[in-house]
């Protein structure tokens, strides 16, 4: 009798899809698609701000060019952020609210501690300051980016990430 119950129980585990992510309870800020075994909405997967906020954060001082001095900037670790949602990619689309959208290769993300950026100076960023999620490379702590190539993947105002090969 216990056997039987304890496959039925398999059974209908089996049967049932079970979301690998929770559901995002607040306004999605965040889709990521492509090449992830991770969702939890159809073949997706969606953040809210504080979904973002319990994966590893990272805070990073630097200066770039698109602020004045040393920023601040914080968020969750890019490299953390696709291992939770299995990306099996070689790249990322990155793409932002006004349609912009540039291609970085994932293994930026285990070479620099690369961060979704959620706020500066210890503010939320808002669409009007490049928000609400920012791509940044840790500058001033690897000079030799500090140029056009890696300038050019520090997508702001992002809104999804495709991973792909």
């Not at 706020?119 to 500058?139: C, E, H, Q």
Request: aromatic letters at 8%.
């Amino acid at each position: 009798m216990l056997a039987r119950l304890a496959l039925t129980m398999m059974a209908v585990a089996l049967a049932s899809p079970a979301l690998a992510l929770d559901p995002p309870k607040g306004p999605v800020i965040l889709t990521i698609s492509g090449s992830i075994t991770e969702t939890n909405n159809g073949d997706k997967a969606e953040f809210d701000l504080a979904m973002l906020n319990e994966i590893e954060q990272r805070t990073t001082h630097t200066k770039t060019p698109w602020t004045e001095g040393e920023t601040e900037f914080s968020g969750p670790v890019l490299k953390a952020l696709l291992d939770k949602v299995g990306a099996k990619g070689s790249a990322l689309t990155v793409t932002a609210l006004n349609d912009f959208a540039t291609e970085i290769p994932t293994s930026d993300f285990t070479s620099y501690p690369v961060i979704l950026a959620s706020t500066m100076n210890g503010m939320p960023m808002s669409v009007r300051d490049k928000g609400p999620l920012f791509v940044i490379y840790p500058f001033s702590e690897y000079p030799d980016i500090y140029n056009e190539q890696y300038f050019n993947r520090s997508a702001w105002q992002v809104a999804t990430i495709e991973v792909h090969d």
